[in-house]
């Protein structure tokens, strides 16, 4: 796989502004590399997001476990931790205060589909050119317009339209991981956890794809781009505006 390649190119077509990262999934703890910093390093646990942002704008291979999260809601909906009742998730986002009740928020727990528990045993992130191991997803944050140029190039070979559901609250990190079991790109629309504690802009959205699909995406990027869909989008200039009074007072002194 050629990851720097991979870089290059979605430099070129993308243009985003932190690093296009790969995510590798790892089965047991055990399987992290050693390289990969965890916040073990620095005395402290941390939520995941964060680490995407260790990643994505300081160009680092970042790397976690349960033991390094403390963002109970990720170790729940992750599946890093097991999760003996949904009814236990759903109470804490009514505590949080997102839900008028717990119907409610039974019923969109429902529709996040937790990770079974031990699907993931640990998790890295990293920007392609620095890839200790192959990645599994490509993850890139950008506008909604990069995240358009995405879509079109993914469009161009699937004729898929790419699906996107988002809570407004958070668990970005379920959306993200996501495309890992269903096989089907996603744009994420990071809600207020990460904004808060990983600094995540809030013109910010996120495009998640299999690794497995990366090469056509890049193909229908650069086929796209040939026919004429660019970033940064093109807006159109060849025209006449109108001038107005005062622009015309002054032509009239114009010799």
């Not at 910093?37 to 976690?64: D, E, F, H, M, N």
């Not at 910010?204 to 086929?223: N, R, Y």
């Amino acid at each position: 796989m050629d990851v720097r390649r991979y870089m290059e190119e979605l430099n070129r077509f993308i243009r985003p502004q932190s690093f296009p990262l790969g995510v590798s999934i790892f089965e047991h703890p055990d399987d992290l590399p050693k390289e990969a910093i965890r916040p073990a390093k620095y005395g402290i646990q941390i939520s995941l997001c964060q680490w995407t942002t260790l990643a994505r704008r300081w160009g680092r291979v970042a790397g976690a476990t349960a033991a390094d999260i403390n963002c109970t809601p990720c170790l729940a909906a992750l599946g890093f931790k097991r999760l003996e009742d949904p009814g236990h998730l759903a109470a804490y986002f009514v505590e949080m205060g997102y839900f008028e009740n717990r119907e409610l928020a039974e019923k969109a727990t429902r529709q996040l589909h937790p990770l079974a528990y031990g699907t993931i045993g640990a998790i890295a992130f990293f920007p392609l050119n620095e890839a200790l191991v192959e990645p599994d997803l490509l993850v890139i944050y950008g506008t909604p317009a990069q995240m358009a140029r995405l879509a079109a190039g993914y469009l161009y070979h699937t004729g898929e339209l790419i699906e996107s559901i988002t809570t407004g609250f958070g668990i970005s990190c379920l959306a993200t991981v996501k495309p890992y079991i269903t096989g089907k790109p996603a744009f994420v629309h990071p809600g207020r956890g990460e904004r808060v504690l990983a600094g995540t802009d809030e013109c910010e959205m996120l495009f998640t794809c299999p690794v497995a699909s990366v090469e056509m995406l890049i193909d229908g990027l650069k086929k796209t781009h040939e026919a004429g869909t660019r970033y940064p989008v093109q807006s159109y200039m060849i025209y006449q505006p109108r001038t107005i009074r005062p622009m015309e007072h002054l032509a009239e002194k114009l010799r």
